[in-house]
């Protein structure tokens, strides 16, 4: 059983409304913020999630690409994150990250560029929920799979078997099957689900 995470970067910003429409039997929204600086691009801020949040009830799954997360962790919560993810190469001391988005309801998670080891994960490891594993560097989307980083995948479900694990970048529907084969338990795809012409299929046939 694998879920998909629609990736809300690749829908059509000006028409948020009916993208969500075109999504809405998901099994979560995955939502990339940007900062510009951890990553070289601008995406969305906390006041488009909490509109979005008005016209969903599905799960947002929060992947801050931020330099400094933790002044936002509260304020993507009050958006209506209900999953926060930080970066492990971020600079900021995980066990803080982790402890605030606990603090403030959300389901914590780290994520892993791809050239990150799982070592990069210390004893803090055992408070997290998902671990995100980046298979396209981080910042933009319609890039092609690194397959590489899917021995991550594995090497994750061995060592902190609680965590869900999720993979995120060039997910589509030849890329789907090695991802799963690998053990992940959500697939984020932005550009196969998005551009779609019938997005729910795309989805059904990706999780098959
Ligand atoms: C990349 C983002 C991804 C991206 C995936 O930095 O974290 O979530 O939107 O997009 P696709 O599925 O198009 O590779
Ligand atoms: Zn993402």
Redesign the pocket.
């Known amino acids: 059983m694998v879920y998909i995470a629609p990736?809300l970067?690749?829908a059509d910003f000006a028409e948020l409304g009916r993208e969500l429409r075109r999504i809405k039997r998901a099994d979560m929204l995955?939502v990339?913020i940007?900062d510009g600086r951890f990553?070289p691009n601008l995406s969305i801020g906390p006041g488009v999630v909490e509109a979005l949040r008005r016209r969903t009830d599905l799960f947002f799954d929060v992947?801050l690409?931020m330099e400094d997360p933790l002044p936002y962790i509260s304020v993507f919560r009050k958006a209506g994150a209900d999953g926060i993810t930080f970066h492990a190469e971020c600079g900021e001391p995980p066990q803080e990250i982790i402890a605030a988005i606990k603090a403030s309801g959300a389901r914590p998670g780290v994520a892993l560029s791809p050239k990150t080891p799982v070592s990069a994960i210390g004893s803090w490891g055992e408070d997290l929920e998902q671990v995100t594993v980046?298979t396209?560097e981080?910042?933009?989307?319609?890039?092609k799979m690194l397959l590489e980083p899917l021995h991550k995948v594995i090497e994750l479900k061995m060592r902190l078997p609680w965590v869900k694990v999720e993979v995120?970048?060039?997910?589509n529907l030849d890329t789907a099957p090695l991802c799963k084969a690998a053990g992940a338990d959500i697939l984020?795809?932005?550009?196969?689900v998005f551009k779609a012409e019938d997005p729910y299929l795309e989805m059904r046939c990706m999780a098959l």
């Open positions: 990736s970067l690749a995955h990339d940007m990553v992947h690409m980046m396209v981080p910042g933009f989307g319609g890039q995120d970048g060039g997910v984020v795809a932005g550009t196969s």
